[in-house]
């Protein structure tokens, strides 16, 4: 299959598992501007990408047809920072410097961290 449909097919995919995991945190949440949807698709994305990589960059391998799929189609579409931006942006447009901070700073903080840990597990269970 063409590397173009698989990135397209997982991205499909992975659009619509970002709508559905959104969804759910503001459902959770409703009550709260915090834009915790974002958050929670970008600390999850990111933690699944670190497991994804920590088993190509271990040699426990993925096809490239799955890494096309997955990796690029799937999670590109999944974790998207233009949400993460637009959001930012929207709380210091309503004044909400402090939720604007926060969430800049927990975005990369615990993205940051859920690559780091992704990695850290593969190492830890295929080692």
């Known amino acids: 299959m063409p590397k173009l449909v698989l990135v397209g097919l997982g991205g499909c995919f992975g659009a619509i598992a970002r709508y559905l995991c959104s969804g759910f945190a503001h459902r959770l949440y409703s009550g709260s501007v915090f834009p915790v949807g974002t958050l929670l698709v970008n600390v999850l994305g990111c933690f699944i990408i670190g497991l ?5 960059e271990d040699k426990a391998g993925l096809a490239p047809a799955v890494r096309s799929l997955f990796v690029i189609g799937f999670l590109g579409s999944f974790t998207t920072f233009s949400s993460f931006g637009y959001e930012t942006v929207e709380l210091l447009r309503l004044s909400e410097l402090l939720l604007a901070g926060l969430n800049i700073l927990m975005n990369f903080i615990l993205g940051f961290g859920a ?7 593969v190492r830890a269970v295929v080692a």
């Open 52 to 56: 994804t990589m920590g088993l190509l």
């Open 115 to 121: 690559v780091f840990l992704g990695q850290m597990v």
